[in-house]
Structure formats: C-alpha cells, structure tokens
C-alpha cells in the first residue's frame, strides 16, 4: 500500500468515523495555494478543520507529530480563508487531528484528538 492510499484510506475512514459521530461534513480536501485541509466539519456553530494523519507503523514517530508548527501554520492560513464566508462568519472554530492505524491494509484504530492545536498570537 503506498502513501497516497494509505492517505485516502485513513480520509476516508476518518470522514466515515465523523459522520458516525453525528458531525456534518462541510467539504473535503480544501484547498489555497500552499495549503490543505483534509476535511472540514461543522457541529452546531462550530467549524472543525481536520488534519488526518493515517500510519502502517510509528517507526518515524506518532502520526500526530507530523503536524508540526509549520503544518499548523498552514492549516490555519486556510482555515482563515475558509472563514471569510458569509455563512460561517459567527462560528466557532476548532482544529483537531485524526490518527488512523493501519494493519494489514485496514483500519486497525482511529484516535481523534480534539482541540490538537490552536492558533497562536504573535505577540
């Protein structure tokens, strides 16, 4: 299995696990130039950006440590864009990130991290 189906595999399921969760699916595979967000949700007022990481193994880390400052950073500049539609202009927002397990070709675990990261105030 190589990356890019490991990826769709782990949106996938992710995406599956949210609605099953009761979240609404706004889109998925949001994009601006240098930036994307795997999926965005919506739970009442609140908009939540997913970043999903999926892993066949954690030799080179958690899949969570791969969304570093930078990918933050990035996440919330298109985040930022997103929210300047007018139907999302009064909701909260929320960055969280879902870790797929992959065994085998299969999803072995899903872990979602709520509020994983927030936006920093440069100060």
Known sequence: MNNSDKGKLGEDSATKYLVEKGYEIVTRNFRIRSAEIDIIARSG???????????????????IEAVTLRKQKKIIEAASIFLQDDNYADCAC??????????????????????????????
């Open 94 to 123: 929320r960055f969280d990130v879902i870790e797929i397990y992959l065994e085998g070709g299969r999803v072995e675990e899903i872990r979602h991290i709520e509020n994983a990261f927030e936006i920093l105030q440069e100060g």
């Open 45 to 63: 007022d609140t908009i939540i950006f997913v970043e999903v990481k999926a892993r066949s193994n954690i030799r080179h880390g958690l899949p």
